[in-house]
C-alpha cells in the first residue's frame, strides 16, 4: 500500500470511548485524514476491506526491553532492527527503547546509538525516545535487576545519563534515595517523566518527590514496597501509593504472570483506564521458545513457564509477552472492557509521554499508525505512518 489516500472498510472501528461499525478510516498520506460514514466516502476513493476485523490505533509500550534474544541494551543495528521488526508485526507501531541496569558507560553507548538510530527512517515500529529504567534503585526492591551496578542518585553520574536528554522519555529512579528530590526537580525542568520503581520508599517520600514532579510509577506491584508496622502505626509504602494517588500514571505487566487476575482487576478498579497503562516489560526472551536463556545487560536468565525468570527461582526477570498478547488476556481473565484494554495501551502511554496530540487514538489528524487485529488480536495489517509495515505477517496470539 502506498502513500495515496484510500479508506480501511468493513472493520470495527475501536476509538476512545467505543468501538463502531459502519465507519470507515480515511488515510491520506502520513495521516488519519477522517472517520466517516461509509455511504459518504468519495467516488473512486481506493478501500481496503478488513473483513470485520479490528481497526485499531497501533498500540504504544513505553516499557520494552528487548526481544528475540536482543535488548536495548546492545548499541548495535542488529538489535534495534530485530526488536522493532518483532513489535510491528504483533500491532506495536511505537514503543520507548528501555534500557536496564548496567554499567553507566554501556548505558550511555546504549543512548548514543538510540539517538542516531531516532534521526534515520527504518522499518518496524517506531522508537520514541528511550526509558532509562535504573541504575538508581534500592537494592533490597532490585529484582533482577543487576546488583553490581545499583547507585545512588547522588553519585555524580546522573548528569552523564541526562547528556541525552533530548531522546530521554521517562526516567525511573526510587524517590528514598539520597538525591532522588534534586534528580525529579532535574527532571522536571527538563521535560523528562520522572518515575518511580525498584523502591522502598514510603507514601511521604513519593509525596515529596510529587511536590517536584514525580509522575509515573512504574510494573505495580513488581519490586514495590508495601505497608510495614512500626509499633502499632501502619506505614504505607510505593504500592498504596500507586494505587491511592491521582497524580500518578502507572503501568502494569499484564502478562498473567506477573499478577494474578484479583491484582489486575484491583488496579483497574483503583486506577482506571486514563492512568493506568499496559506495558509488556519484554526482554531478550520474548519470542524464544521455553527453557531459552537470554540476558539483560550483564545479567543472564531463562524463559520459564512463559515469562522470565531468575535462574534460582527467586524473582521474576521480565515478560516474554508483548502488549498485543496482553489484550485478549486483560479482556478475558481480568474482565477489562475490550475499548479500555486498548485505551491503556494506547492513548493513556501515549498522553504519559506527551505524544497524545500526533499518536495514541484514531482521529483526524494524527499520524496513521494504525493496526488491523484479529479477534485473538494478532495482527493482520500494521500501518505505520500510512505505510503497511513489509514485515507483518499474521502470528496467532498464544498464552
Known sequence: MTNDKYALINGRVILPREIVSGKAVIIEGEKIAAIADVASLPAGIPTVDVGGRYISPGLIDIHIHGALGHTFNEPTTEAFAAITAETA????????????????????????????????????????GAHVEGPYFNLEQRGAQDPANIRAPDDGTAEQLLAYRDIIKIMTFAPELPGALELTVRLKELGIVAAAGHSSARD????????????????????????????????????????????????MISDNRHLPPTLMKLAHKCIGPDRLCVISDAVSGAGLPEGSRFRMGEMEYEVHDGVGMMFDRSSFAGSTTLISQMIPILTNAVGVPLVEAVRMASLTPARVIGVDARKGSLAPGKDADIAIFEEDF??????????????????????
Open 204 to 251: 511521604d517520600d513519593v509525596l515529596a518527590a510529587m511536590d517536584r514532579g514525580l509522575s509515573h510509577i512504574i510494573h505495580i506491584w513488581s519490586a514495590q514496597s508495601t505497608t510495614t508496622r512500626e509499633g502499632p502505626w501502619r506505614k504505607p509504602g510505593l504500592l498504596e501509593a500507586s494505587l491511592a494517588f491521582d497524580g500518578l500514571s502507572v503501568e
Open 378 to 399: 494478532s495482527a493482520w495489517r500494521v500501518m505505520i505512518g500510512g505505510k503497511t509495515v513489509k514485515t507483518v505477517k499474521t502470528v496467532k496470539n498464544e498464552e
Open 89 to 128: 508485526r504483533r500491532g506495536i507501531t511505537a514503543l520507548l527503547a528501555t534500557t536496564a541496569t548496567a554499567p553507566v558507560s554501556d548505558l550511555t553507548a546504549s543512548l548514543a546509538f538510540c539517538r542516531r538510530w531516532m534521526a534515520e527512517d527504518w522499518d518496524g515500529s517506531q522508537i520514541l
